[in-house]
């Protein structure tokens, strides 16, 4: 399956997108902002993170028409997301010609048992995940791209930081297991045997792994590169805070450039307020979005 | 000797990898300084609007034209988008370093993203490999001191003018060291 063509043009327009900044936009003078901003790609959605959190009821696939309206107004890769398991939504998606596909946890899910079978699809798809054991999972299914879940829409890093670890600590230790280990292994973690066999010879994972969910300053852009993310997503920190054109350019700044820390200091200088934030503790168990996928 | 590799954004890394597979010592440039020591460059794929934007933000933009002037520099997708002279479909100041006109994503979006044979020609030996497109430009019209290299059916995939090599697609993909060995060999013939 890695070998696969069409496998490699998903990963391929992946790994386009290493170093740099997706950035969630609701309308076309948001994706125009984000464009200008040195944005690699936007994410078109009706609602950010945020305020679906706020607003509550069924979160679905965006309106076709404003993707397309975002399509028309940038010429970079243009994401939407559908919900978890919605295959007929990402068909839809395929059909307006969206460059990648969020198979997301921010959405409601739609299937509480099984995300969608992403090797059908020609258009590469990006899934959430919090452990070694989710990202194999969605890598079988055909996923040519992982993010962190985080706890999107709080503008609180500590879960993002949390999945990254996590997923850095088991390849790491993966890369010590004996090939006897490899079964046993897989199957604690509920992943494919292969894919457990790839990490193990290879040290990382076969796709690239991306940062999401809480990013909301361009030190935390740095913070989730140097612990070995390899672009990020932001989703409400840039249009949830106050000056979201300076926000977007120090955000890709700090990307890029995540190690250098006088730089850093300079591009995060007078950018006005970040977005409010939620502290995690404050949410109750069926508030969080991480949980929703398998 | 060491060639340097514009790391920015995009895929950079794999570029890092075909250098190695071909024992060349790689620098990652991020900052003009670090061009220095560089007998060549590449500018690797990735999104050419967000390179402009932070080629210009780090004050390279001028040191790879200066560069460029003494040393070769390789553009691959979005690279060869920025060391072209123009761009047809939007505006773009780009480094205008090789006499090309060029369409970005000229064959449609990631849908149309394909891989293909494409036949090259390196130091008069004919080769065929994989050409891997995606999201790639199409160069529109060659200057007359630009020398194309390779081809996919009638259409100019990969052209060389002076000390600037450029393609459309990403050898960087593909185990094929061809490509980047004619241009470490171009980047030891310079200085």
């Not at chain 1, 460059?99 to 020609?122: G, Q, R, W």
């Amino acid at each position: 399956m890695l070998q696969d063509k069409d496998y490699k043009l998903k990963v391929g327009l992946a790994e386009m997108l290493k170093g740099g900044v997706i950035m969630d936009v609701t309308n076309a003078e948001q994706a125009k902002i984000a464009e200008d901003a040195g944005a690699v790609a936007v994410m078109a959605l009706e609602r950010i993170p945020a305020d679906i959190r706020a607003q509550g009821g069924v979160a679905r696939m965006s309106d076709p028409k404003l993707i397309r309206e975002i399509q028309e107004a940038v010429s970079i890769p243009v994401m939407a997301k559908c919900r978890i398991g919605h295959f007929a939504e990402a068909q839809v998606l395929e059909a307006i010609g969206v460059d990648f596909i969020d198979e997301s946890e921010v959405l409601t899910p739609a299937d509480e048992a099984h995300h969608i079978d992403k090797h059908k699809f020609k258009i590469p798809f990006v899934c959430g995940c919090r452990d070694i054991g989710e990202a194999l999972r969605r890598i079988a299914e055909g996923a040519a791209l992982l993010r962190t879940k985080g706890e999107a829409g709080t503008g609180n890093i500590v879960e993002a930081v949390r999945h990254m670890r996590a997923v850095q600590s088991e390849i790491r230790r993966i890369t010590t297991l004996l090939d006897e280990e490899l079964v046993a292994y897989a199957k604690q973690i509920g992943a494919p045997v292969e894919l457990v066999r790839y990490v193990k010879e290879n040290g990382r994972l076969p796709v690239p792994n991306f940062a999401a969910g809480g990013i909301a300053t361009p030190a935390d852009a740095s913070l989730m590169m140097q612990l070995g993310a390899e672009a990020v997503f932001v989703g409400s920190g840039i249009f949830k805070s106050e000056d979201p054109p300076a926000r977007a350019k120090a955000i890709v700044m700090a990307t890029t450039h995540y190690m250098d820390f006088d730089l850093i200091a300079r591009v995060s200088e007078g950018i006005k307020a970040p977005m409010k934030g939620i502290d995690i503790a404050q949410l109750k168990e069926e508030e969080l979005l991480q949980t929703r996928g398998w | 000797m060491k060639i340097g590799i514009l790391a920015l954004q995009g895929d950079f890394e794999l570029h890092s990898k075909a250098l190695a597979r071909l024992s060349v010592e790689v620098q990652l440039v991020r900052k003009p300084d670090q061009l220095t020591q560089c007998s060549g460059l590449i500018i690797p794929g990735g999104e050419s609007t967000t390179f402009i934007r932070l080629l210009k933000a780090v004050s390279l933009y001028q040191a790879i034209r200066d560069f460029a002037r003494e040393r070769p520099v390789f553009g691959t997708c979005a690279g060869l988008i920025v060391l072209a002279k123009r761009v047809t479909n939007y505006p773009l100041e780009t480094l205008g370093l090789i006499d090309i006109s060029v369409e970005r994503n000229a064959y449609g979006r990631q849908i149309d993203s394909f891989i293909d044979r494409v036949r090259i020609q390196l130091n008069g030996t004919s080769l065929e490999t994989e050409g891997v497109f995606i999201r790639a430009p199409k160069i529109v019209e060659l200057g007359p001191g630009v020398r194309p290299l390779g081809w996919h059916g009638e259409d100019v995939v990969m052209a060389e003018e002076g000390h600037i090599l450029v393609a459309t697609f990403h050898p960087e993909l593909t185990e094929e060291a061809a490509i980047h060995r004619y241009f470490v060999e171009k980047a030891r013939h310079s200085g």
